[in-house]
């Protein structure tokens, strides 16, 4: 079956611009996690989703970042005012199951956001 | 510094030579997961483990968790080129909640043709 869709795959965008990245996750899955990978770092937590509601926003860097996810299944991911440090590529992943359980994450190919 | 802590952060290996990345914790490991990453893509889930001692294999990768639970090994056994990316480890340190996963920073591998 498909797996976790981002879009775009890459994003070019200037300093100060609204940006807004999309997740779909594999159908069925209640849990939806967006991470951030930097370059030569390990995953940074973002926001973590359980059906539509987020337990888990403890890791959006600032309050220009937001997301939401509607109908328990696509998610996006809104960055305002970009700066260039918010360049990264932004993961997407999903498990059948949240905070009860033990079940791998399956991600996306993420979207590369350079921001000029 | 890290909570989990991957070793070595590179690694370049002759094709057909054997190779072991390692992954270690100083809290108790509830779950331990492998990742394998290539450029431009996201992460492809490799192996999960969870009890003390467990050990798993998939074609010639085997990944193992100590007893004490704090360090899991992955070895790649006459490595290919295919094996070439990135390996992560990422690990839930709390029972039962894999979404606080924690992550290693990734083990670079070249293979040498």
């Known amino acids: 079956g498909a797996g976790v869709s981002q879009s775009p795959s890459n994003k070019v965008t200037e300093k100060g611009k609204d940006v807004e990245l999309r997740c779909d996750p594999i159908s069925g899955h209640t849990a939806l996690y967006w991470y951030r990978q930097s370059l030569g770092q390990g995953l940074e937590f973002l926001i973590y989703f359980q059906g539509n509601s987020a337990p888990d926003k403890s890791g959006l860097p600032s309050d220009r970042f937001s997301a939401e996810r509607t109908g328990g299944s696509v998610s996006t991911l809104t960055i305002q005012r970009t700066q260039q440090e918010d360049s990264a590529v932004y993961l997407c992943?999903?498990?059948?199951?949240?905070?009860?359980?033990?079940?791998?994450?399956?991600f996306g190919n993420g979207t590369r956001l350079t921001v000029t | 510094s890290q909570e989990l802590e991957q070793s070595p952060q590179s690694l370049i290996v002759q094709e057909g030579k054997n190779l072991t990345i390692n992954c270690t914790s100083s809290?108790?490991?509830?779950?331990l997961y492998w990742y394998k990453q290539k450029y431009g893509e996201g992460l492809i889930f490799l192996m999960m483990l969870q009890k003390g001692g467990e050990e798993k294999s998939h074609e010639k990768i085997t990944a193992k968790l100590d007893e004490k639970k704090q360090q899991s090994s992955l070895h790649i056994t006459a490595s290919q080129p295919s094996h070439a990316g990135i390996y992560l480890c990422?690990?839930?340190?709390?029972?039962?909640?894999?979404?606080?996963?924690?992550w290693g920073a990734g083990t670079k591998l070249i293979i040498k043709p």
């Open positions: 990422g690990a839930d340190i709390i029972p039962r909640s894999n979404y606080q996963l924690i």
């Open positions: 809290k108790t490991l509830y779950g």
């Open positions: 992943a999903s498990s059948p199951q949240g905070a009860s359980g033990n079940s791998p994450l399956h």
